[in-house]
């Protein structure tokens, strides 16, 4: 495993540790999406191509805009409001990572990087096989289950919300 791997799953457990405490709906729809980058990111380093991240990014996307909807109709005007113990641990976190990323940068950006026998560096492929098995037989009940907590979701917050009172009415 290299090192922005290895870093970029450290930010993924960071970010994982501090949505914890949150409880805003767009605030937690922001995190998710920054984990779902972070995610996307780490498969692409460990997979031969970026398609499969891709598309895996474009679904959970899709996914999370329709259960913050789901969320944002049960509470809309809830106010969200930063404490500055918060505001100083975003403030450092994102510190950290601008150094971190910068002293990265500074050891690939050399010219001799350039050369393509190089290139296989950036290029983990031990990790490989673990992406091939990921929608095998054993893998595929834990998609049917993630797929029928949506469903749930959608029913759920249907019958919650009362189209004529809710935030989402007709006029």
């Known amino acids: 495993m290299n090192l922005l791997t290895q870093i970029l799953l450290l930010t993924f457990m960071i970010n994982s540790l501090w949505m914890l405490n949150l409880s805003h709906p767009l605030i937690i729809t922001m995190f998710m999406v920054i984990q779902t980058f972070i995610m996307t990111l780490i498969i692409g380093l460990m997979s031969y191509s970026f398609w499969m991240p891709y598309i895996m990014f474009l679904v959970f996307i899709g996914g999370l805009l329709i259960l913050f909807i789901y969320i944002s109709s049960l509470t809309p005007n809830k106010i969200y409001k930063m404490t500055p113990f918060t505001l100083i641990f975003f403030a450092f976190f994102l510190i950290f990572i601008i150094t971190i990323i910068n002293k990265i940068s500074g ?12 290139l296989w560096f950036f290029f983990n492929t031990e990790n490989n096989l673990f ?29 919650i919300i009362n189209l004529k009172k809710g935030p989402l009415r007709f006029k």
């Open 107 to 118: 050891k690939f950006m050399n010219l001799e990087m350039i050369n393509l026998n190089n």
């Open 131 to 159: 992406l091939t098995n990921f929608y095998n037989n054993n893998e595929m009940y834990l998609i049917i289950i993630l797929m029928n907590y949506l469903l749930l979701a959608l029913i759920i917050s249907i019958k």
